[in-house]
């Protein structure tokens, strides 16, 4: 059953995996630098950036490193790994790079924590993906009992630190807003008990069931009145002249993307989980991936929003080989004719999306 909720304002961002392009490493840098400028003059909410390693599908292996080159290039852009793979740092490391982009960004970071995609990028850096929750849960302590602490002891399995001076701090407080990727509605619902974010991939049908479940469970354990979450999805969008020139640039970069989500099976020899292994054609059937002029992006766009109870829309709008300048017209575009057509929804009252705002996690 789909929850009546209010009219919210609906926000759209950047998520990117910053996968191989072709092109040479500082170019592709370079570009993303331009595109995050873009989507902070035309008004975008935030840039997500991807963790990934010793794969093409993740070419910012430091995330945090690109978002402060970003932090310097944007004014009012959010900024965010999506999401730091807390296993592999040393929680304390992690708390400090933390705090120095919150501080470098002017409190415009919004921090996505996680335990690490797969067992194989985790084995790189000699973590047992058997003990990566445990391991991961007690970094995350840490990580956000450093935020108000003057200092630190902790005593666990995978960590102990004794007596440790804190001489950092993030511009937001308690901590930056948390964020968590959402792929089944039990996270989505341990999330809502702690105040996190979430993002969701998958059609809107099933991303709905994530929302909705959110929203249940917040309506239990949230006072009234409190600043209510953001609920995201992510959407590979192109946007060109017409539907055709827009098909024909997403389908090869579609395919080179997804390519490189899949590399890492295919040179351990393991079977890729049918989830990744999506074509373009299926891609589009299902909603994941957008491509068309800009009346056919939008209006696909709005029914979505409707039907997966998001209030925010993370675009991947550089992807696979697309060039710089296709990336930035979806980007004007957005602006444009699509950002103001979701705000003539938003007024009309026939959008059942959800909440406005960001929330600040219960976990401190």
């Known amino acids: 059953m789909m929850l009546e909720t209010n ?21 592709q840098y370079s570009a993303r630098l331009e595109i995050a400028a873009a989507c902070d003059r035309s008004g975008f909410r935030g840039y997500h950036v991807a963790e990934h390693h010793g794969t093409p599908h993740g070419l910012a292996p430091a995330p945090n490193l690109l978002l402060s080159a970003i932090a310097q290039r944007t004014s009012t852009l959010r900024l965010g790994p999506m999401v730091m793979l807390l296993n592999l740092y040393h929680p304390l490391r992690a708390f ?52 108000t602490a003057r200092r630190l002891d902790f005593h666990g399995r995978h960590f102990e630190l004794d007596n440790i001076p804190i001489t950092l701090s993030p511009v937001q407080r308690p901590h930056p807003p948390l964020w968590l990727g959402s792929t089944n509605p039990g996270t989505a619902s ?3 008990e702690h105040g996190v974010n979430i ?34 999805m992510v959407r590979h969008v192109v946007v060109a ?15 080179r993307w997804s390519n490189a989500l899949t590399y890492l099976y295919r040179d351990r020899g393991a079977p890729v989980p049918p989830m990744l292994d999506v074509p373009f054609l299926d891609a589009l059937d299902s909603g994941v991936c957008i491509a068309g002029s800009a009346s056919t992006v ?23 080989d697309l060039s710089l300048s296709a990336s930035l017209r979806t980007i004007a575009a957005t602006a444009a004719e699509i ?14 999306a959800g909440w406005t705002g960001e929330r600040r996690s219960r976990l401190g």
């Open 190 to 192: 341990w999330a809502a």
């Open 339 to 352: 950002v103001p057509a979701i705000r003539e929804m938003e007024r009309s009252g026939r959008f059942v």
């Open 7 to 27: 009219p919210a304002r609906i926000e759209v961002g950047v998520f990117d995996h910053l996968d191989d392009s072709g092109q040479e490493l500082g170019h």
């Open 199 to 232: 993002v969701a991939i998958g059609p809107a049908s099933k991303i709905r069931a994530i929302t909705d479940t959110y929203r249940s469970r917040q309506a239990v354990v949230t006072p009234p009145g409190e600043t209510k979450p953001m609920l995201g």
């Open 96 to 147: 400090e790079e933390i705090c120095m982009l919150d501080q470098l960004s002017g409190g415009r970071l919004d921090l996505g924590i996680g335990r690490g995609a797969t067992a194989f990028e985790l084995g790189f850096f000699g973590v047992d993906a058997a003990v990566a929750q445990e391991r991961y849960q007690e970094a995350a302590d840490i990580v956000l009992q450093a935020m």
């Open 298 to 320: 939008r209006d696909s766009l709005l029914k979505q929003i409707h039907n997966a109870g998001v209030n925010y829309v993370m675009f991947l709008l550089a992807f696979g």
């Open 241 to 255: 002249e017409s539907d055709r020139e827009a098909l024909e640039l997403a389908g090869p970069a579609y395919t």
